[in-house]
């Protein structure tokens, strides 16, 4: 892995509609993990709204990664927290996409933090594949 890679994270048919809170709490998971600490550098993406929009404030937690070990870091400590868990338990969807390539973790995944990298650098795998406009 060359230079730094922008990982976006978020979660997709959270089922109780309160994506805010659940990228908030994993932002500060995240920010908090000390396995992270001055190795991944995390920040919370506000969504583009207008002044009376009512919708979601956040749009994504955002990492820059530098190698492929802090990558896969991040993938284990996404995996591992309690707003991921919660999320997947009410039937969300984790989405984590770099460089345009997306890939979903449906609820109950048997996908491993190295098969995430994998499909994230282009492996094969229909999960990997980058989103239809």
Do not use: C, H, K
Not at 25 to 37: C, E, V
Not at 102 to 117: D, F, K, M, N, R
């Amino acid at each position: 892995m060359e230079g730094d890679l922008d990982i976006r994270i978020g979660f997709d048919g959270d089922s109780d509609g309160d994506d805010d809170s659940a990228l908030a709490a994993l932002y500060r998971w995240l920010a908090r993990d000390d396995d992270l600490t001055g190795e991944v550098e995390i920040s919370l993406v506000a969504a583009d709204t207008e002044p009376e929009w009512q919708g979601s404030v956040f749009e994504v937690v955002n990492a820059v990664v530098t190698n492929a070990l802090s990558l896969t870091s991040l993938i284990v400590a996404i995996r591992n927290s309690p707003p991921a868990r919660r999320a997947e338990d009410e039937g969300g969807t984790l989405r984590i996409e770099a460089r345009g390539v997306v890939v979903t973790v449906p609820p109950g995944s048997e996908l491993s933090a190295e098969e995430i990298v994998a499909l994230l650098r282009g492996g094969d795998g229909t999960a990997g594949q980058p989103e239809e406009p």
